[in-house]
């Protein structure tokens, strides 16, 4: 014991501790998504390959084996918007300390505007970046720089607005841009019942770290996105602590 205590060294020390983080890093990120489902899956090919090997199918060996050989090429097509949403996060601010985003007063704005949207049946997509930047979304878009007011979001989205198709994006505690258009969702697990709006809410949060707010024209409900994961029915409360908790330093 005394011997192996003696050979180990410092650097041993900070490379575990490095590799547990990484671990760590990467549960964190795919907790709740749809790459724990396949995960699983791949898990389960991985023990029929060892059970083939066991009680000598060989067919099945042969095929699996093959398929396996490829698994590096396999994991990159499988998890390819999880892996992209992980390097985007590499070297952003949340691993140097966070930065002040939106002011409290804000958050009250966008909560009352979509409130005052939902209660009209007007549909709306308000974006809100984090530290993944949107700025080949924005540039699409109509430029605006404006404060924050319910006024001007409800504006905005009115029908008779030349605005009001596509997203709205607020950034730094700024109406940057409105009339933007977002990247829809691919994933073939997503309700059909959704439309283009919450389509395009999620497309977007499966590649990038944004909260995205939906309103339902057809419903006149308020719905939460974030990392590709949509929670439908959302009351005025629940909106203004969330976004708070995940907007605001």
């Known amino acids: 014991m005394l011997e192996l205590l003696s050979n180990f060294r410092v650097q041993d020390a900070i490379d575990i501790a490095i590799i547990a983080f990484v ?5 964190d990120l795919i907790r709740g998504t749809r790459a724990v489902q396949m995960l699983i899956g791949l898990a389960v090919v991985f023990l029929t390959y060892l059970s083939s090997q066991y009680f ?24 390819q918007d999880d892996i992209r949403r ?7 601010r949340p691993f140097f300390g966070a930065e002040p985003r939106l002011q409290g007063q ?16 007007i549909g709306a997509l308000i974006v809100l ?3 993944v930047g949107l700025n080949q979304y924005i540039e699409v878009g109509t430029p605006l720089d404006a404060k924050v007011s319910k006024e001007l979001i409800t504006s905005i989205f009115l029908p ?3 605005i ?10 700024r109406i940057i841009a409105a009339g933007c258009f977002l990247p829809l969702t691919t994933n073939p697990h997503v309700s059909k019942t959704l439309g283009t709006r919450h389509r395009a809410a999620i497309g977007l949060t499966e590649e990038t770290d944004a909260i995205v707010v939906v309103i339902s024209e057809e419903e006149g409900a308020i719905s939460l996105v974030r990392e590709g994961r ?3 029915d959302v009351d005025a409360g629940t909106l203004r602590t969330t976004l708070q908790k995940l907007l605001q330093s």
Request: charge should be neutral.
């Open 23 to 27: 671990i760590y890093r990467i549960i």
């Open 56 to 79: 000598s199918l060989y067919t099945l060996n042969w095929i699996l084996d093959n398929f396996l050989s490829s698994i590096l090429l396999v994991i990159v097509v499988i998890f």
């Open 86 to 92: 992980a390097l985007t996060q590499v070297g952003t």
């Open 106 to 121: 804000d958050v009250e704005e966008i909560v009352r505007a979509a409130v005052s949207l939902a209660s009209k049946r």
């Open 129 to 131: 970046p984090r530290d």
């Open 160 to 162: 008779t607005s030349p």
């Open 164 to 173: 009001h198709d596509g997203a709205l994006i607020i950034q730094h505690g």
């Open 230 to 232: 949509i929670t439908r």
